[in-house]
């Protein structure tokens, strides 16, 4: 297997080009490129469709920080070591309570083992670890057909559609 150079991008559970440049700060904003920025530098910026702003991972996602957010037309939250978990929530969170609409993006220690958990969050695409095997992080996100627990992808659990198939068998 050759060694990847460059970090990639899944979004959609599809390998894509990505366009936008991760940003430490504004003044590294390349002209004419889609950027990344910290969350406060997106905030003082003129915003747009060419910048969208990345979380940290202890980010707290208020009424107020979502219906910002709600202007972004993606959203980028850090994973700073994989063992941080604090970003599923943020995720979690700007889609089920706050109805965000756009790419929710995992950056950072992003490992394949995650990408079907972080899937069920919210997620929608994956800036992965240099080192992961983007054919093996494909087929992670379907690493199972059925899930016990409700996700952003099916808040029904699966003992309730049990009890509903179950319940046609006794209409029928």
């Given at each position: 297997?050759?060694?990847?150079?460059?970090?990639?991008?899944?979004?959609?559970?599809?390998?894509?080009?990505?366009?936008?440049?991760?940003?430490?700060?504004?003044?590294?904003?390349?002209?004419?490129?889609?950027?990344?920025?910290?969350?406060?530098?997106?905030q003082a910026s003129s915003k747009g469709d060419d910048v969208a702003p990345w979380l940290p991972s202890d980010t707290e996602m208020t009424d107020a920080l979502a219906r910002e957010l709600d202007a972004a037309p993606l959203v980028a939250i850090d994973f700073p070591k994989f063992t941080d978990?604090?970003?599923?929530?943020?995720?979690?969170?700007?889609?089920?309570?706050?109805?965000?609409?756009?790419?929710?993006?995992?950056?950072?220690?992003?490992?394949?083992?995650?990408?079907?958990?972080?899937?069920?969050?919210?997620?929608?695409?994956?800036?992965?670890?240099?080192?992961?095997?983007?054919?093996d992080a494909l087929n992670a996100l379907s690493t199972f057909s059925r899930s016990y627990q409700p996700g952003t992808d099916d808040p029904e659990p699966l003992f309730r559609r049990r009890l509903r198939e179950a319940h046609k068998g006794e209409v029928a």
């Open positions: 297997m050759p060694e990847q150079t460059s970090r990639p991008l899944i979004a959609d559970r599809r390998v894509v080009t990505d366009e936008w440049v991760l940003c430490e700060d504004a003044t590294q904003r390349p002209k004419g490129q889609p950027a990344l920025l910290p969350l406060a530098d997106w978990g604090r970003g599923y929530s943020i995720a979690r969170l700007l889609r089920e309570r706050h109805g965000y609409q756009g790419q929710i993006r995992a950056i950072g220690d992003v490992l394949i083992d995650q990408l079907f958990y972080m899937s069920r969050c919210g997620f929608d695409a994956f800036l992965l670890r240099e080192d992961q095997i983007v054919e």
